[in-house]
């Protein structure tokens, strides 16, 4: 057993010290606080069957007691969690309709929005699921809650995301890299097993050639993703056709995207305008996380990180990986503007 081992709380507590020795330790027990919520989602992921999370919530057990589905467990761990934590001042979730402000007497300085359980359509068959995370600072300026919610990536403090695959793995983005922690049940720990993560580079030997997008909506596409779709599938020359691969489940199809290499799309369409994945708590997170990484994220015109949100529950197209693919896909809607379809009716 490795006796030194760098665990994820020891290893914020170094950054802390090491970048911010003034700070208040705010974010650390912030930090903490998620790792809690993260480690019950996951022992609740493992054991769903046998303990009858699956399904639609709303039922009782034999006891009488109510039963809760996983993405209602793991929306109020995530809740009841960041709240105790005294670090708070507002967050949000894509479980809750509105934004969910601390009791004045527990109230911090961080402002948070998560989707505590993303690919909820992946949960009953078991396969790979996550929780996603953005941490923001409130605004000196911010009186009302939902300005302190709308920030843009740019602000972002942190993000992260845990996903619940073969193991259980949290990266954690701060400006000062991507780094991941793999999580050992035997001691109850995270512990740092890929440091510095970066994306890999297309024409480097890990770098894999791989699109990821729900190809069954490809009646619906616009002219550029079509066109880009096109380009991967029946390249010009020698070049090989790219690799395909859609888990449906963002966690696990960026977390492939930053360990392999790829381009993930979930763009908008004819009956999705502004596509499917929600800007603050998933876009917004994967799309910092990628970047600090090295790659590029895009709404098809700008990063994803420039985007100032204008709702809780807003949605937008999101194209990221590879730094020259997503120029190329941005390339394409300026050729082919945004409603520009590639079908007519
Ligand atoms: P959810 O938050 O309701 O789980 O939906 C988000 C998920 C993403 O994880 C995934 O990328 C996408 O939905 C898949 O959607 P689709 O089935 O339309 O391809
Ligand atoms: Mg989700």
Same mark, same amino acid.
């Given at each position: 057993m490795d006796t030194e081992c760098m665990t994820v709380t020891r290893f914020v507590l170094e950054e802390k010290k090491r970048f911010f020795p003034g700070a208040s330790g705010d974010l650390t027990i912030l930090l903490n606080a998620l790792l809690t919520a993260i480690k019950a989602c996951a022992s609740a992921v493992r054991k769903a069957g046998i303990a009858k999370l699956y399904g639609l919530a709303g039922s009782s057990n034999t006891t009488g007691d109510e039963q809760k589905k996983l993405d209602v467990l793991a929306n109020e761990l995530f809740i009841n969690m960041l709240t105790s934590s005294y670090t708070?001042? =507002?967050?949000?979730?894509?479980?809750?309709?509105? +934004?969910?402000?601390?009791?004045?007497?527990?109230?911090?300085?961080?402002?948070?929005?998560? @989707?505590?359980? @993303?690919?909820?359509?992946?949960?009953?068959?078991? #396969?790979?699921?996550?929780?996603?995370?953005? #941490? $923001?600072?409130?605004?000196? @300026?911010? &009186?009302?809650?939902?300005?302190?919610? *709308?920030?843009?990536?740019?602000?972002?403090?942190?993000?992260?995301?845990? =996903?619940?695959?073969?193991?259980?793995?949290? #990266?954690?983005?701060?400006?000062?890299?991507?780094?991941?922690?793999?999580? @050992?049940?035997?001691?109850?720990?995270?512990? *740092?097993?890929?440091?510095?993560?970066?994306?890999?580079?297309?024409?480097?030997?890990?770098?894999?050639?791989?699109?990821?997008?729900?190809?069954?909506?490809? &009646?619906? $596409?616009?002219?550029?993703?079509?066109? +880009? =779709?096109?380009?991967?599938?029946?390249?010009?020359?020698?070049?090989?056709? $790219?690799?395909?691969?859609?888990?449906?489940?963002? =966690?696990?199809?960026?977390?492939?995207? *930053?360990?392999?290499?790829?381009?993930?799309? +979930?763009?908008?369409?004819?009956?999705?305008k502004n596509g499917k994945i929600r800007l603050l708590y998933e876009s917004i997170p994967m799309s910092y996380i990628v970047e600090m990484a090295g790659g590029q994220s895009s709404n098809g015109h700008c990063s994803v990180l420039k985007v100032q949100p204008k709702e809780i529950h807003q949605r937008s197209p999101i194209f990221l990986g590879y730094k020259e693919e997503i120029e190329k896909i941005e390339k394409l809607y300026e050729k082919y503007p945004p409603g520009t379809w590639a079908l007519e009716d």
């Open positions: 708070v001042h =507002v967050m949000a979730s894509e479980e809750n309709e509105n +934004y969910i402000e601390v009791e004045t007497a527990k109230q911090g300085n961080y402002v948070v929005c998560f @989707d505590p359980l @993303d690919g909820s359509s992946n949960i009953d068959c078991l #396969v790979t699921i996550g929780s996603i995370f953005g #941490v $923001w600072k409130k605004p000196l @300026d911010s &009186k009302e809650p939902i300005s302190c919610i *709308l920030q843009s990536g740019e602000k972002l403090r942190c993000a992260g995301y845990a =996903v619940y695959g073969s193991a259980c793995m949290l #990266v954690l983005a701060t400006k000062n890299g991507v780094n991941g922690f793999t999580y @050992d049940p035997s001691i109850g720990e995270f512990i *740092l097993t890929s440091p510095s993560i970066t994306i890999p580079r297309m024409n480097e030997k890990r770098g894999q050639k791989i699109y990821s997008i729900n190809e069954g909506y490809a &009646k619906y $596409w616009d002219k550029a993703v079509t066109e +880009y =779709v096109r380009s991967k599938k029946f390249p010009e020359g020698k070049e090989k056709p $790219w690799a395909n691969r859609y888990v449906g489940s963002m =966690v696990a199809d960026v977390h492939r995207t *930053l360990c392999y290499g790829g381009v993930f799309m +979930y763009p908008g369409t004819k009956e999705a």
